[in-house]
């Protein structure tokens, strides 16, 4: 099993609509979460963090399940400026903080 | 707003060549890390850095791949021999105690 999946898509979705990814990892170990936002060609910048009790950042809200290890992303009133590849991302503490990425799912938000 | 920085943006070179990337962390950082993404596929890791030593490294940090910190500020990775699937964008992140880790915003490896 792959140590972070995610539902590579594309996921093709009307503008003002709402979509949802979610993010399986495989090591209960796992201690910090975050969803990153990768537009072509350029480096995966950090969309939000995900915390225990869910959290909202205006039309994006996170969450995750520590029992089920998953976290998810919604996006409501989706714009077609939302069109970009979001990567999940799950951190493990040891000796060093293991950082890693999901394969991505690519989001288009069609007119 | 600290930021990762890494030159130069865009390297070409030959094959058999080798090639140094360069990235600059931020300042206060603990923890360094060199991923790489072919075009059209996923961001894959190559390796981490921390208190001066390689931490953690994939399969495709094999021999030909070496990373330093030498002077406490910049963070390398050098490519001994280049091969054409070494045609990539090259990503550097740096990390604190916690929370999220930061990118460069590349360098785009072309290896012909």
């Known amino acids: 099993r792959k140590e972070v999946e995610q539902d590579p898509g594309p996921f093709n979705v009307p503008e003002g609509a709402t979509v949802a990814f979610n993010c399986t990892y495989s090591?209960?170990?796992?201690?910090?979460f975050f969803w990153y936002r990768q537009d072509c060609r350029k480096e995966p910048k950090l969309l939000m963090s995900?915390?225990?009790s869910g959290n909202e950042d205006g039309r994006f809200t996170a969450q995750l399940n520590r029992a089920s290890q998953y976290i998810s992303l919604l996006i409501r009133d989706s714009k077609l400026s939302d069109s970009a590849t979001y990567l999940c991302?799950?951190?493990?503490?040891?000796?060093?903080?293991?950082?890693?990425f999901g394969t991505g799912t690519k989001l288009q938000v069609i007119p | 707003e600290p930021e990762v920085t890494q030159t130069p943006s865009h390297q070409v070179t030959q094959m058999g060549q080798e090639v140094i990337l360069r990235c600059v962390p931020i300042?206060?950082?603990?923890?360094f890390y060199w991923y790489r993404q072919i075009l059209g596929q996923k961001v894959e890791f190559l390796v981490s850095?921390?208190?001066?030593?390689?931490?953690?490294k994939s399969e495709i940090f094999d021999d030909q791949f070496s990373v330093e910190r030498p002077d406490g500020s910049n963070f390398t990775l050098k490519i001994r021999s280049t091969k054409l699937e070494d045609s990539a964008m090259y990503f550097c992140?740096?990390?604190?105690?916690?929370?999220?880790?930061?990118f460069g915003q590349g360098t785009r490896l072309t290896v012909v």
């Open positions: 992140a740096s990390r604190g105690r916690s929370g999220e880790a930061f």
């Open positions: 090591n209960s170990a796992s201690q910090s």
């Open positions: 995900v915390y225990s």
């Open positions: 991302v799950v951190t493990v503490s040891g000796g060093y903080q293991k950082v890693t």
């Open positions: 300042s206060n950082h603990l923890y």
């Open positions: 850095f921390y208190n001066n030593e390689i931490s953690e």
